[in-house]
């Protein structure tokens, strides 16, 4: 009798198939929206979770409007999850948002507790909640009681001091949150000044969530010393290194790079420029939206100071077309010093 053979082939979500390290693409106000999202997932590979800017004035209704639809987008972007992120301190809005999110198939919804900026910490919100942590118990318990949906938060290691990450900790430990990510500064810092890795080590031992490092990982060197001293960690969120340059979660995973990483950046600006027109109906606007992008793609060129004096200039379309074919023809991208072939 005849033996047939089978071939059995499983599809398994790209983390599961690589090895950890697991990658985030961390949230950037006005730039990792839809549109970035969707583009880049086509583009680059390494990434294992997408996460939104953060969301605010989620109102009583039985819909969310239409924009914030749009820019919530679908679930998942060519199979990399989605996770749309909140900003809010308010029990109610959070758990509105948790079942808009869940209807539309989302996994897990991001509470932020990172923000820094005066206007949003001096309200109490963002980094400006984490003094405060029987406010940040109280809130999660309420969302945690009638939330269907993962909860995760990304936070900082305090507002004014690192220590106050420690009281912390006690309350997300109690909390059932997804996972918790710590971008290694205190609010006060906003973005500059080093990253707190003494205590973000102490904190390791002490969580018993799920725990993602983020901050100041900027190329293979950067991550594969932050590993190195944190051999637990398996979680990294990457925002600007991956802004700077897109191949980094690849190069950090070994995942083959294109040979002509100039010719396949150019695909994906290209790409990007006309997703956005698209999704803005050709409003100038879309033009900030791309300088705002450079101010970070430029930095992994040969040149970047000049590279983004071209293109800081730009008003219109053509100007925008004619700058960017220059700026590819004149000059190198080299990207993060390690991850060049
Ligand atoms: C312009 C800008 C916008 C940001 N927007 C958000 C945001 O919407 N939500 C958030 O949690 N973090 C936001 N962040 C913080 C980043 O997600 C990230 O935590 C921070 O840049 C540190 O990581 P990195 O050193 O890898 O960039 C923003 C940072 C910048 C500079």
Redesign the pocket.
């Known amino acids: 009798m005849p033996v047939e053979l089978y071939t059995i082939t499983l599809i398994l979500p790209e983390h599961l198939m690589e090895n950890k390290p697991l990658i985030y693409l961390?949230?950037?106000?006005?730039?990792t929206g839809i549109t970035f999202r969707s583009v880049y997932a086509r583009h680059f590979r390494g990434v294992d979770k997408l996460?939104t800017?953060?969301f605010t004035a989620i109102q009583h209704s039985n819909k969310l409007p239409a924009r914030k639809l749009q820019e919530l987008g679908e679930p998942y972007e060519n199979g990399i999850e989605v996770v749309p992120?909140i900003l809010s301190k308010d029990a109610d809005e959070i758990n509105r948002f948790a079942i808009f999110c869940k209807h539309l198939g989302f996994s897990e919804v991001n509470w932020?507790l990172?923000?820094p900026y005066p206007q949003v910490a001096g309200k109490k919100r963002g980094s400006g909640m984490l003094p405060y942590p029987g406010m940040i118990d109280e809130i999660l318990g309420k969302v945690m009681a009638e939330t269907g949906i993962r909860v995760s938060v990304?936070c900082r290691l305090g507002y004014y001091s690192p220590n106050e990450i420690f009281d912390l900790v006690t309350v997300f430990n109690q909390s059932r949150i997804s996972e918790l990510t710590i971008?290694a500064r205190i609010g006060k810092q906003l973005?500059s000044g080093n990253t707190d890795l003494e205590t973000f080590g102490k904190v390791i031992s002490l969580c018993s969530v799920p725990l993602a490092y983020?901050?100041?990982?900027f190329s293979v060197t950067d991550f594969q010393a932050l590993q190195k001293k944190f051999p637990s960690i398996d979680t990294w969120?990457?925002?600007?290194?991956l802004l700077y340059d897109p191949f980094l979660p690849a190069a950090i995973k070994g995942i083959a790079i294109s040979a002509n990483r100039q010719a396949s950046i150019r695909k994906f600006i290209d790409d990007l420029y006309y997703a956005y027109r698209k999704q803005k109906n050709d409003s100038l606007s879309v033009i900030s939206t791309l300088k705002e992008y450079w101010a970070y793609l430029s930095l992994s060129f040969d040149d970047p100071h000049k590279v983004f004096n071209r293109l800081k200039k730009v008003k219109t379309f053509d100007e925008y077309e004619d700058a960017v074919a220059l700026v590819f023809r004149e000059f190198e991208w080299k990207g993060s010093e390690k991850t060049r072939l």
């Open positions: 961390a949230p950037f106000q006005g730039i996460f800017p953060f992120q932020n990172g923000c990304k971008h973005y983020n901050g100041d990982i969120m990457i925002g600007r290194g």
